[in-house]
């Protein structure tokens, strides 16, 4: 058997009609062992009998996420390891999706059906890749947690390891992005539909969430978790100060010629506005959007961003040239 199921299970989804049963039902016509891990006994005494499952842990209270994904991958025996959401429901066309590009992509230690790029300085997204949001694979920044495939190696190695400081949720999909490129690995969205996915099909039931012996609001967490992420990774930022850049201006500046040759004027403004908005040092940025206001002869306009880009670098030919150009058209 070449692929794992891991799935995180405490409660049966009730804000979602989607849960751990569902999925069970999905996946009985999919390949594949199917590890559970319970971060509820009462959830377990129900289901750890089920014919579908061949693995299971169960833990007395919540242990969150990151953990049980740490457990899960641990039990995995696999050369692939899916991770699910209990509020998920999925088709094979997606996970044999998910399995060849992890397979055949370029240095691909994560694949997943939604991502993101963002901006560290920030902590908030540049651009959310949302399901039929985009026709390619790319490379992403960090994928989102609920649908994903990886190397069972990486982890198993210790390559790879999902933050435990992170219980019981937030931030971990994040971190586990920055793990990846610390170690010159790629991960990546790939485009399918075959799959449907309730966001926070247990949580947004809850109020506060209980785990170990502890029980803390939802903003409570993520004011936690934010502060560990930080300096987490600040430490490590010093020795690779160039790890916490986006993949988004690698994806984007070529995205901008290519939708500027089908005429989609308005879409390039949209993506360079981005760029500028979080790396406006990017020279190349302001090259192409002054090219932009050139072809909707914006001369004017034009001239301010090639002399923009000047600013940042006094000695390019190519905005001397620009600027020149612009001044015999004014």
Known sequence: ?????????????????????TLLEDLKNIEGEVIVIFNSPEVAGELMHHSRIDHFAIMKKNIGVARAWNIGLDISRTEISFVLNSDLKIQEEAVNKLEWNLLNLHK??????????????SLA?????????????????????????????????KILKFENKFTPCYKEEWDLGFQVKEFGLNSYIVPTTNYLHSWSGSIRSMKTVKYYDSENTFDEIATRNKQIFIHKWQIRFKNNPELKLSRFIDWALPKVDDITNNKDYKFAHQIL??????????????????????????????KECYQKGLELDPLRSDLKSKVSQIQSLL
């Open 1 to 21: 058997m070449t692929r794992s199921f891991i799935i995180p299970v405490i409660d049966f989804s009730p804000a979602s009609k989607y849960n751990i049963k």
């Open 125 to 157: 997204d540049i651009q959310y890749f949302d399901k039929g949001s985009f026709q390619k694979p790319i490379s992403v920044d960090a994928v989102s947690g609920f649908f994903f495939a990886t190397k069972t190696e990486l982890f198993h190695n």
């Open 273 to 302: 506005a981005l760029i500028i908005q979080f790396y406006p040092n990017t020279i190349d940025a302001w090259m192409k959007l002054g090219n932009l206001y050139q072809f909707q002869s914006n001369f004017l306009k034009a």
């Open 108 to 121: 691909a230690a994560i694949v997943g059906v939604q991502g993101s790029f963002f901006h560290f300085e």
